[in-house]
C-alpha cells in the first residue's frame, strides 16, 4: 500500500481544467477543492497500472498548475496493510 497526501496550488483563471484533469488520472481523489484560493488537496495510491510516484509527476506537468506538494506519505507492504484492515 502507498499512499500519498498531496496539497495543490492552482492558477486561478485555470482552476476548472486543473480539476477536470485530475479526476482523470488514475489512483487520484480529490478531497478538498476551494476555488477562491486555487487549492486542491488530493490523495495518490499505487494502480496496477500506474505507480503513485508517476500520478505526482503528472500532476506537476498539468497545464494550470503552479506547485504540487506531498505533504503526506504512508507506504506499507501488501501483507501488513492487510493486517491493519
Known sequence: MNICGVLIHANPQKFDGVVA????LRGVEIHMSVEDSAR???TI???PQVA???SLTAIHKLEGVV???LIYHNFEPAE???VHN
Open 80 to 82: 501488513t496493510a492487510a
Open 40 to 42: 486542491v488537496v488530493v
Open 52 to 54: 503513485a510516484i508517476d
Open 67 to 69: 506547485s504540487a506538494a
Open 45 to 47: 495510491e499505487d494502480t
Open 21 to 24: 484533469s485530475l479526476r482523470e
